[in-house]
C-alpha cells in the first residue's frame, strides 16, 4: 500500500479532483515508480470526454509514465499483458490479446505521484530528461507499429491528419526517418510553422490533394470530423489507417464509392507492444525525434486540459510533479 497524490477523474467531461489516494500493490511482481513525467494522451482525453463505454469512473488515467525506480530512470510500458501474449522479445499482438488492458484504464495510471506496475514493463531510460520521453514516446511507437501495417517504405508519399497532435508530430517524425515523404494537416497556422521546422510539409486546406497530389497512406488521427475527405487524398489502392477518433463519435462513411471504386483499404492499428515501445524509447533517447510538449503541474492539470481541448498545445501536455 502507497499514498499518493492524484488526479482523480470522478465524472466524465467534468474537473480533475487532486487528491490524497490510497493505492493497494495489485501483486508481489509489481513494483513502485515514482512518476517524474506523465503526458496527456489524446486517448486519455477521449476517455475523459466519456468515449470508451467500458470505462466507469472513479478513475486515475494516464499511460505515457516516466519516472524513477530505486533511484534509475524508467519508462513504464503502458499495456498490461498476461505472460501468455507476449513472446520472449517483447513482440505480441494487441489485437489478439483478450486479457490487454492498459495502465490508466485497467490498474490506476500516471496522473499521480507514484504508480504501481509490473516489474517486466519497466524499461531503463538513458537518460533523466522525462519530460521528452512523455511527449514522444508514444506517438512514436503507435506509429512505428501503423506504418508497417501500412508498408511504408522510402519514398512513400503519407498524409498525417492531426499532425499537431502529441501522436501526429512525434509520429510524422518517425515517418520521415523511414523516408518518407510527410504531409501534415492542421487547422492552424501557428502549428503549421512547427511541422515545417520538423521537415513536415503542412497542409491547412483539406481538399489540397487538387493541387498538392494524392497520397500512398493516409494516417488519420482526427477520426470522425475527417476521414470523409481525408479518404479523399488516397491513390487508387491506397490505405487508410486508422489510429484515433478524437471526439469519441460515431464515424459514417458518407460516399462508400470513394472506397469502393479506388479500392482503398482501411486498416485500424492498436497501440505497440514491448519492443516497439524499447525501440522508440532508444530514438527518442538518441535525439532523433524533437520532441514537442508543454509542462504543467500535476496539480494544474485542469488548466492542461483546457488547452488541450481549447487546441493551444502543440504536441504533448505533460504533467510533472507538484
Ligand atoms: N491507435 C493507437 O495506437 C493510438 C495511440 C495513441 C493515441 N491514439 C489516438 O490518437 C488520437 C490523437 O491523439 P493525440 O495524442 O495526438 O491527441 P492530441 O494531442 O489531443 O491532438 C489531436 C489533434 O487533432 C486535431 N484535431 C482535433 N479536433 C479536430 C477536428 N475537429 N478537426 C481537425 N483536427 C482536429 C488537433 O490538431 P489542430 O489543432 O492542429 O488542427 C490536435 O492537434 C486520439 O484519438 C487517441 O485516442 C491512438
Ligand atoms: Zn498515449
Redesign the pocket.
Known amino acids: 500500500m502507497v499514498e499518493v497524490l492524484a488526479a482523480v477523474l470522478r465524472e466524465f467531461g467534468s474537473e480533475f479532483s487532486v487528491e490524497r489516494v490510497r493505492l493497494e500493490r495489485p501483486s508481489d511482481d509489481w513494483v513502485l515508480v515514482n512518476v517524474k513525467a506523465v503526458g496527456i494522451?489524446?486517448?486519455d482525453?477521449?476517455v475523459w470526454r466519456g468515449g470508451f463505454a467500458n470505462l466507469k469512473p472513479p478513475l486515475i488515467l494516464g499511460h505515457e509514465v516516466f519516472g524513477e525506480h530505486e533511484g534509475r530512470p524508467v519508462g513504464v510500458y503502458p499495456g498490461v499483458v498476461g505472460r501468455e501474449c507476449m513472446a520472449p522479445d517483447g513482440s505480441f499482438s494487441v489485437a489478439s490479446c483478450s486479457s490487454y488492458t492498459i495502465l490508466g484504464e485497467g490498474p490506476p495510471g500516471g496522473y499521480s505521484t507514484a504508480v504501481w506496475a509490473p516489474s517486466w514493463n519497466l524499461v531503463d531510460l538513458p537518460d533523466e530528461e522525462y519530460a521528452k520521453y512523455a511527449a514522444a514516446v508514444?506517438g512514436v511507437a503507435?506509429y512505428m507499429h501503423a506504418s508497417r501495417l501500412a508498408g511504408v517504405e522510402p519514398g512513400s508519399r503519407v498524409l498525417v491528419v492531426?499532425a499537431?497532435?502529441?501522436?501526429?508530430i512525434h509520429g510524422a517524425q518517425y515517418l520521415r526517418s523511414l523516408g518518407a515523404e510527410v504531409l501534415g494537416f492542421?487547422?492552424?497556422a501557428e502549428?503549421a510553422e512547427a511541422l515545417r521546422r520538423v521537415g513536415v510539409k503542412p497542409v491547412l486546406d483539406p481538399l489540397g490533394y487538387r493541387s498538392l497530389g494524392r497520397v500512398d497512406v493516409v494516417f488519420e488521427?482526427?477520426?470522425a470530423?475527417?476521414i470523409n475527405w481525408s479518404m479523399r487524398w488516397l491513390k487508387p489502392g491506397g490505405t487508410l489507417v486508422l489510429?484515433?477518433?478524437?471526439e469519441g463519435k460515431p464515424i459514417t462513411i458518407e460516399r462508400p464509392a470513394y472506397l469502393v471504386m479506388r479500392e482503398i483499404r482501411i486498416v485500424g492499428?492498436?497501440?505497440?507492444d514491448m519492443r516497439e515501445y524499447r525501440e522508440a524509447v532508444k530514438l527518442v533517447g538518441e535525439g532523433a525525434i524533437r520532441p514537442f510538449y508543454r509542462a504543467y503541474r500535476l496539480t494544474e492539470v485542469n488548466r492542461a486540459y483546457r488547452d488541450?481541448v481549447e487546441?493551444r498545445v502543440v504536441g504533448?501536455a505533460v504533467l510533472v510533479p507538484g
Open positions: 494522451c489524446g486517448r482525453v477521449v508514444c503507435t492531426g499537431s497532435g502529441g501522436v501526429g492542421t487547422r492552424s502549428k488521427n482526427v477520426g470530423s475527417t489510429i484515433g477518433n478524437v492499428s492498436a497501440a505497440y488541450i487546441g504533448r
